[in-house]
T-cell receptor, first 113, second 114 residues
Framework: NAGVTQTPKFQVLKTGQSMTLQCAQD?????MYWYRQDPGMGLRLIYY???????DKGEVPNGYNVSRLNKREFSLRLESAAPSQTSVYFC????????????FGEGSWLTVV | GENVEQHPSTLSVQEGDSAVIKCTYS??????FPWYKQELGKRPQLIID?????GEKKDQRIAVTLNKTAKHFSLHITETQPEDSAVYFC?????????????FGSGTRLQVQP
């Protein structure tokens, strides 16, 4: 049981480049989330998906897009990366059968130069 | 939306002492309050949570208390050990609504001195 799996783990981008962070969960959870964590700070919600086929903006959605491809997968896309998007990105999921506890992936370290 | 404030930002204690971290929240509709521990370079991991129908919950050396009237909740760690050193985050959400995403506090760096 892998839980929440994110790829890539590390990435360096040049300003203006695009990339997609992939996330998959194998816990049959309905809800999935993308958070970012800047050095020394808490986690801020970028986007979330309450169920397959739905997505909603969180606290800091500007510069990002998401796709809930199916129940398992929730991707985050940076269309034109900016240095301000240098951060650690965490995907997470939750479901009623796990008491709505939110489980996090291992994180993706993104540097935009 | 919800706003969660967390204090202190850093906390240093001697091994064996107790540590207390406090959080306040703004949305009276929030009903789920988890605490996460994050070690350096790792993912946040749930250590304990409490729901709004309960005032206190304990799990071995860890306890959480909730005061709904004052809209604050606290994490208590007793008999601290060096392996308790980490960053701790409180969070809040309303898991009865479609939006179950957590709003996090800014974190407390706990250092337990041997």
């Amino acid at each position: 049981n892998a839980g929440v799996t994110q790829t890539p783990k590390f990435q360096v981008l040049k300003t203006g480049q695009s990339m997609t962070l992939q996330c998959a969960q194998d816990m049959n959870h309905n809800s999935m989330y993308w958070y970012r964590q800047d050095p020394g700070m808490g986690l801020r919600l970028i986007y979330y998906s309450a169920s397959e086929g739905t997505t909603d903006k969180g606290e800091v959605p500007n510069g990002y897009n998401v796709s809930r491809l199916n129940k398992r997968e929730f991707s985050l896309r940076l269309e034109s990366a900016a240095p301000s998007q240098t951060s650690v990105y965490f995907c997470a999921s939750s479901g009623a059968d796990s008491g709505n506890t939110i489980y996090f992936g291992e994180g993706s370290w993104l540097t935009v130069v | 939306g919800e706003n969660v404030e967390q204090h202190p930002s850093t906390l240093s204690v001697q091994e064996g002492d107790s540590a207390v971290i406090k959080c306040t929240y703004s949305d009276s509709a929030s009903n789920y309050f988890p605490w996460y521990k994050q070690e350096l370079g790792k993912r946040p991991q749930l250590i304990i949570d409490i729901r709004s129908n309960v005032g206190e919950k304990k799990d071995q050396r860890i306890a959480v208390t909730l005061n709904k009237t004052a809209k604050h909740f606290s994490l208590h760690i007793t008999e601290t050990q060096p392996e308790d050193s980490a960053v701790y985050f409180c969070a809040a959400s309303n898991f009865h609504t479609g939006r179950r995403a957590l709003t996090f506090g800014s974190g407390t760096r706990l250092q337990v001195q041997p």
